[in-house]
């Protein structure tokens, strides 16, 4: 048995793990909600202090005691962890079960030439390896090695195909850069900023801040806000696109030098202008692509693409970090990188819809809006006409937009390829290796069995497809024809 060596990482990834305390409280946030509570309600001044300094205590002795508990070893075939400081955890990893490696070279260690080395292992829904403090080569090295392929997986391998290596490394395949123009599209069509403000504005208007703090200082010290409506409106309309434009730096700076590489089957994109991310993968591991163009995006005529490798967590952080993404693509260059993941020509494909039947369900809902919002707008209006006219409205608005969706949702198995559709608006296609298919199941429902109808159920390493509302006798054919195909398959799985 290999003897290991274990190592320490540098005392400057205390701040790896307070950063990670922190993330931990961001993604927690909820359930700090009756402490924050007890903050806005209590006539304390010295509370808040209290609460905020001790939590920050806390922060600083756990990354402290993290870190000096936090040890790691590298072999030839695997890594191996020892971590905890109450609850001991030791584990370790083969090269051969990584699904992904990603090198993550944040802004406060890029002066000093450190990187974050994170890696995914099949069966894995988050990060399974996070080793901070690595030097760039080495962690380069390393991640190399666990990307290999299984039979290559020895340092003469590695240092073969390493790309800061010594020895010149072959031209790869692929290079595809994204400049500022591009990432800022991507920005505008992927701007997040108005789903952030409709989730913080509830929340703060059932606080007095807004009507005890910020009106009263407003009043005392911005008097011309109340001298015109139309200064107001514009007033609010600059602060809404300045908070925008935020919106679009922020991607901006994440995407900085977005730099796409194909060399030999390895897919690779480095990014960031503070923090520098580097994701790879290898392509026998895909396991979900996913091309998405909303309606902004569509305007601007750019798409933007996803390779899953991994199940996606709950958590978004995770999932994003789990994922090969490409925020911004041109038409032609969706279609050269659909070429280079084997996707089926799109220009080629019978798209296959689901049966008028699923418009019953969603019609019973909707036929429930027009009394609602007729009573409700005779409640409020008085008039009987207007009433049943915004009540007719809202029915026929909702009704084309169901027709629209069943319409355009459909599915196809092309190339050994299972592609699903959807989106009115914009579009969304999920396209998933056919073999790579875990299990398939036919369900019914007490409403599908009653209209004679079934789901048919995909599950893959990257979540489950659903393909609704076939006729009992196809759905369980498909899921013979599936089955079949995934058994007679010998291409590679992970």
């Not at 030097?135 to 800061?164: G, I, P, Y």
């Not at 305007?299 to 958590?315: C, E, I």
């Amino acid at each position: 048995m290999t003897e290991f060596v274990w190592q320490r990482t540098p005392l400057l990834t205390i701040g790896f793990f307070i950063a990670k305390e922190v993330r931990n409280l961001i993604k927690n946030i909820t359930n700090f909600i009756p402490v924050l509570a007890a903050i806005f309600v209590t006539d304390s001044t010295w509370l808040p202090y209290a609460i905020g300094g001790g939590y920050l205590v806390f922060i600083i002795v756990s990354a402290i005691l993290n870190h000096h508990f936090f040890m790691y070893a590298l072999t030839d075939d695997a890594v191996h962890l020892r971590t905890g400081v109450f609850s001991k955890k030791s584990l370790t990893l083969k090269y051969e079960r990584i699904q992904q490696a990603e090198l993550d070279q944040t802004w406060y260690f890029r002066p000093f030439a450190l990187t974050i080395l994170r890696v995914d292992s099949a069966g894995s829904a988050g990060k399974e390896v996070e080793i901070p403090g690595l030097s760039v080569e080495l962690a380069h090295n390393l991640r190399q090695q666990m990307l290999a392929e299984a039979k290559h997986a020895s340092v003469s391998a590695t240092a073969a195909e390493d790309d800061v290596g010594a020895a010149p490394a072959p031209q790869p395949d692929l290079v595809r850069s994204y400049g500022i123009g591009e990432l800022v599209r991507a920005g505008i069509y992927d701007n997040k900023l108005f789903v952030l403000l409709a989730v913080l504005i509830y929340p703060v208007s059932q606080t007095d801040i807004l009507e005890e703090r910020l009106v009263p200082w407003l009043e005392a010290n911005v008097t011309f806000i109340e001298q015109s409506l139309w200064l107001n409106i514009g007033l609010a309309a600059a602060a809404l696109s300045l908070l925008f434009v935020l919106a679009i730096a922020v991607t901006v700076i994440s995407f900085y030098n977005l730099t796409l590489t194909i060399d030999n089957q390895r897919y690779q994109t480095r990014q960031g202008l503070l923090s520098i991310r580097t994701v790879s993968f290898r392509y026998h591991k895909l396991q979900r692509v996913r091309i998405r163009q909303n309606l902004r995006a569509r305007l601007l005529g750019r798409f933007s693409m996803r390779v899953s490798q991994l199940q996606p967590s709950a958590s978004a952080q995770q999932q994003q970090s789990a994922a090969f993404n490409l925020p911004v693509l041109t038409q032609s260059g969706m279609s050269e990188l659909c070429r280079w993941l084997r996707l089926p020509n799109a220009n080629q494909l019978n798209w296959q819809k689901i049966s008028p039947v699923a418009l019953l369900q969603p019609s019973f809902w909707i036929a429930l809006t027009a009394p609602i919002t007729a009573t409700i707008s005779y409640l409020n209006v008085e008039s009987l006409g207007l009433a049943l006219m915004l009540g007719a409205s809202v029915w026929l608005a909702l009704q084309l937009y169901a027709v629209a969706r069943w319409q355009r949702y459909g599915f196809t198995q092309a190339e050994g390829w299972l592609g699903v559709r959807s989106g009115v608006f914009g579009s969304k296609q999920n396209w998933y290796p056919m073999y790579k298919a875990q299990q398939i199941d036919v369900y019914q429902s007490p409403w599908l069995r009653l209209l004679g109808y079934a789901d048919v159920i995909v599950y893959t390493a990257a979540g489950a497809e659903v393909i609704k509302y076939q006729p009992a006798a196809l759905a369980t054919q498909l899921q013979h024809e599936w089955t079949a195909t995934v058994a007679q398959n010998r291409k590679r799985w992970m």
